[in-house]
């Protein structure tokens, strides 16, 4: 029979663990997020607001923004790499750990004579090497999730270029004054 007592113990003993694991996690992402952090809640105040409320976002601001998050994406992508080497390293530790650890479970069983079962040198193997797994899931999960905030920022970069884009098309097809017809050049300059 299921003992209650024991449940919400063990749930509330993952809750604690979870939210420590979860603090580390948030303190490696912020490491190599930080910036397009900033950027992305600026947008949310600068742009998304503006627009829930149905007020016109000056395109000055959609231009810095537009510039500001593709700079920052350059950089962050760089230091997305040395996340992704961090977690090599983290997998290969626990790996690492492990094996020592078998080694020396096998190693200390033929010392004493004392022959342990497969299945005891393999819990003795993982009990040891927890902390260095439990590392290389951590920086698994956070590597996970900067990839994601960059996908992200590379998919608001299109937003906001669409939104340029469609602000100078509609300049243009209003006549548009000499200053949007010289906004639009800068912006296809290049991409042509």
């Known amino acids: 029979m299921l003992n209650k007592k024991e449940i919400e113990a063990a749930l509330s003993d993952v809750q604690v663990k979870t939210e420590d694991f979860s603090d580390m996690t948030n303190d490696l992402i912020n490491k190599y997020t930080h910036d397009l952090d900033q950027i992305m809640r600026g947008i949310q105040e600068d742009i998304v607001d503006y627009?829930?409320?149905?007020?016109?976002?000056?395109?000055?601001?959609?231009?810095?923004?537009?510039?500001?998050?593709?700079?920052?994406?350059?950089?962050?992508s760089s230091k997305a790499e040395f996340a992704g080497l961090y977690e090599d390293v983290a997998k290969?530790?626990?790996?690492?750990?492990?094996?020592?650890?078998?080694?020396?479970?096998?190693?200390?069983?033929?010392?004493?004579?004392?022959?342990?079962?497969?299945?005891?040198?393999?819990?003795?193997?993982?009990?040891?090497?927890?902390?260095?797994?439990?590392m290389s899931y951590i920086v698994s999960r956070a590597v996970k999730m900067i990839q994601a905030k960059i996908?992200?920022?590379?998919?608001?970069?299109?937003?906001?270029?669409?939104?340029?884009?469609?602000?100078?098309?509609?300049?243009?097809?209003?006549?548009g004054s000499t200053m949007s017809k010289i906004e639009s050049n800068v912006f296809t300059f290049g991409r042509e």
Do not use: C, H, W
């Open 51 to 76: 627009m829930n409320q149905d007020i016109e976002v000056p395109m000055i601001v959609l231009e810095k923004y537009f510039m500001t998050l593709t700079n920052a994406l350059y950089f962050i």
């Open 151 to 175: 996908d992200a920022g590379y998919e608001q970069v299109k937003t906001i270029s669409k939104m340029i884009s469609r602000r100078m098309n509609e300049g243009n097809s209003l006549g």
């Open 92 to 134: 290969s530790a626990a790996k690492l750990a492990y094996n020592n650890a078998f080694s020396d479970n096998q190693l200390n069983s033929v010392i004493k004579k004392n022959k342990p079962t497969n299945t005891e040198t393999i819990v003795y193997a993982e009990t040891a090497s927890l902390n260095e797994t439990v």
